[in-house]
């Protein structure tokens, strides 16, 4: 895996987990929002890296 590639996944993984951190330390976390939301966010980032791995002639 690309070095690129590996650091937008982490960086995302860990603003993800950071933004969660903050919601629970502000409020309440509905904890079946954060279930349909992070196997969307998944995607995306799946989608990203897809993206970042295209050749560009």
Do not use: Q
Request: aromatic share 8%.
């Amino acid at each position: 895996m690309n070095r690129d590639r590996a650091a937008f996944a982490v960086g995302v993984l860990a603003v993800a987990l950071a933004g969660l951190a903050l919601w629970g330390n502000y409020g309440h976390v509905d904890w079946n929002l954060a279930g349909v939301l992070a196997p969307a966010g998944m995607v995306v980032i799946g989608i990203g890296m897809l993206l970042l791995s295209r050749n560009r002639n």
